[in-house]
């Protein structure tokens, strides 16, 4: 399969430079020409296979063009080593669970396939040096998912304060192939370094440089698993009528994925775009205008972005329409306030604890749920990970599972570097 850019003035791309490249050379994103429609038959059994296999029937619709079938095999396999079950929180009302991979966050499943295709195409050819942004759980889910990955290097930028601890001890303390770069400045003031390498002529003579953020087909595209996963586990208990989803948006890889599954045959009716303070998404569907700007520091960390890459996929996916877009995706956006009362209302009610991101996600399914649908929603991070901020909000300790307890034991390892672009690539180029 070929892929074209948003921008539409980069030559078309096939998959290996599309991975390797991560963003096109007119600093588009890529775009597979065509997506697959998934046989009826295949969607009315996904309930009697495992995750493994429907996940499977996923991958080789996206990538089995271009990836032999034993080795896309091998890859699925090893990227979902663990489960994303749906459990009730209420009557209609179901949570996702994606936080059940290695750093306890939905963004494992899209880095660990992402390390194995990219390990699949680079593999004897020299170093290859990842780049990735994160405002929380991406760092950490690409920095464990290439950890250790011969002939990869992976360099994470963070906002210097600007991530709870325990996500910052999930890539700062690992060592090895990965070096954590502590930014002075905000999510997106990272996501630009990390832009703005790719179009430097220096470093892409000097090094190979590739992104492990949503911006790469291979880190988005392999998300759209969980939600054919929902909807099988939905259809086992005879709820697969009338389905909607709600999902927490930051970056919008997440429920840009949900979206190509929707294209490919996911009967899922409607999707809600659960936004916390940085609006600009919202706003958009209300108006029809976009209009980024600088994000604001949220308790819920990971959604702080302020101009959403992946919004330029939604946007070329409807055909430039803010009908079309408004047809298939609501929106909400919450404050602090907001997002801190839903988090100790479910609890106190229900038993259920959400962390921030996932409390955003909840809260617009329960207002937006109408009579005889059924919806989940994205539950994207164990609320351990935000351990201070979930005990204010409920007034009782949340106990660390050993997983993160472990990455806590590690001793920081990081570089301090200033928002220009001239000091982030001196730093590139002397190592």
């Not at 002529?201 to 880190?219: G, M, P, Y």
């Not at 308790?299 to 330029?312: E, K, R, W």
């Amino acid at each position: 399969m070929m892929y074209y850019s948003t921008n539409g003035k980069a030559p078309r791309a096939d998959l290996r430079k599309a991975v390797i490249k991560g963003l096109a050379e007119d600093r588009g994103l890529y775009m597979p020409e065509k997506i697959a429609r998934l046989p009826g038959e295949f969607i009315r059994g996904m309930g009697s296979r495992s995750f493994v296999e429907n996940a499977y029937a996923v991958a080789d619709a996206f990538f089995g063009e271009d990836v032999p079938a034993p080795v896309l095999r091998r890859i699925v396999e090893e990227t979902l080593a663990f489960d994303c079950p749906l459990r009730e929180v209420e009557p209609g009302i179901y949570s996702l669970e994606l936080f059940h991979g290695p750093t306890l966050a939905f963004k494992d499943v899209g880095a660990r396939f992402m390390a194995r295709l990219l390990r699949h195409f680079t593999a004897g050819e020299g170093d290859i040096n990842v780049l990735v942004a994160t405002s929380g759980d991406t760092g950490s889910a690409v920095a464990n998912g290439f950890l250790g990955i011969e002939g990869i290097r992976v360099f994470v930028l963070y906002p210097k304060g600007k991530v709870s601890p325990i996500q910052e001890c999930q890539f700062t303390t690992l060592g090895r192939n990965v070096t954590a770069l502590e930014i002075d400045g905000v999510f997106d003031d990272c996501q630009a370094l990390v832009k703005a390498a790719f179009m430097d002529e220096d470093l892409n003579r000097a090094l190979r440089l590739t992104s492990a953020n949503s911006i790469n087909v291979a880190r988005f595209l392999p998300q759209s698993f969980y939600y054919f996963w929902a909807y099988a586990q939905l259809q086992r208990l005879g709820l697969s009528g009338n389905v909607v989803c709600s999902v927490p948006s930051g970056n919008f890889g997440n429920i840009c994925s949900a979206l190509f599954g929707k294209r490919m045959g996911l009967p899922v009716r409607r999707f809600i775009a659960a936004n916390n303070a940085n609006s600009v998404f919202y706003e958009f569907l209300r108006t029809g205008s976009y209009r980024p700007r600088p994000s604001v520091q949220t308790i819920a960390n990971a959604m702080d972005v302020g101009d959403p890459s992946n919004f330029a996929r939604i946007w070329d996916l409807y055909g430039k329409d803010p009908d079309a877009i408004r047809a298939d995706i609501s929106g909400a956006t919450y404050s602090d306030a907001e997002i801190a009362e839903t988090v100790r209302e479910c609890y106190e009610r229900t038993g259920y604890l959400l962390d921030p991101h996932g409390a955003c996600g909840y809260r617009a399914l329960k207002e937006g749920l109408r009579p005889g649908e059924t919806g989940f929603f994205c539950e994207t991070a164990h609320p351990a990970k935000f351990k201070d901020t979930i005990e204010r909000i409920i007034g009782a300790p949340v106990a660390i599972p050993p997983t993160l307890s472990a990455f806590m034991q590690g001793r920081k390892l990081s570089v301090p570097l200033p928002g220009d672009f001239p000091a982030f690539k001196e730093y590139l180029l002397s190592v």
